[in-house]
């Protein structure tokens, strides 16, 4: 079975592999968000097979991946010489040990969102910045597929988190999506101040291989909405989120 198909990866979802544009982008951003952190001690919180831990390893005084899945920690772990197997509501790491924090796409899939954030804000030390990405519920398809009827249907589903949520959470009970203000929840009253929050399109890089005329136009349109308030309609949430003493 293919393992974009699988229970599993609709549970965990699915790392990146291929670094292409899309990824080379987002890279920016993270970097951008970290500023003079990134040379400090960096953790990876949910690093898959390693993609975004390897780019930071050269950069970093220490750079650390976590992920809960032991064979992608063993594969994270051929380009990073630290890499641990563990859960994101459990870091096991000390207080304020990190200067940036990077949580991409992995909000979404853990048990408990809540106190997975709670421990990215305990391990970060003042000062020290979280890069987060998870999915837009405002976005017009669940690219994490859905269950039907018992069985898990792979694939970019249109209008699901449109729904009203009881009904959406029924669909894809194996995966969140967030609104702006579910994101502020999740932080309020924790000793952190949100320095950037955004919504970013795709980089449609599959569209891009199979039709690249048409790939680069659909790109370059919805990137484009970015800086208006069509972004609503954006794949998923960039929010940069600083510890404050």
Not at 44 to 62: E, I, K, N, T, W
Not at 70 to 99: I, K, M, Y
Not at 128 to 146: D, K, Q, S, V
């Amino acid at each position: 079975m293919n393992a974009s198909h699988s229970p599993k990866a609709a549970l965990r979802g699915e790392p990146s592999y291929v670094w292409r544009a899309g990824q080379e982008r987002r890279l920016k951003m993270m970097l951008a968000a970290a500023g003079e952190r990134i040379h400090g001690r960096v953790l990876v919180d949910g690093c898959g097979v390693g993609m975004y831990l390897a780019r930071f390893v050269p950069l970093a005084q220490q750079a650390v991946g976590l992920d809960i899945e032991h064979e992608r920690t063993v594969e994270a772990h051929q380009s990073a010489p630290q890499v641990v197997c563990g859960a994101g509501e459990a870091l096991p790491f000390p207080e304020n040990h990190f200067d940036f924090l990077l949580s991409h796409e992995v909000l979404e899939h853990v048990q408990d969102d809540a106190r997975a954030i709670r421990e990215m804000v305990r391990v970060l030390k003042p000062g020290g910045r979280i890069a987060l990405f998870c999915p837009n519920r405002g976005y017009p398809f669940e690219t994490h597929g859905i269950y039907w009827r018992g069985r898990y249907r792979f694939g970019n589903i249109p209008l699901v988190n449109y729904l009203p949520r009881r009904w959406r959470d029924r669909l894809a009970p194996h995966v969140r999506v967030y609104t702006a203000g579910d994101l502020q929840r999740l932080f309020a009253g924790l000793p952190v101040r949100v320095v950037q929050r955004t919504i970013v399109f795709g980089a449609y890089d599959n569209i891009i291989a199979r039709r690249p005329a048409l790939g680069k136009v659909l790109r370059a349109v919805l990137q484009a909405l970015e800086a208006t308030p069509l972004r609503i309609f954006g794949l998923s949430h960039f929010w940069v989120v600083e510890k404050i003493g």
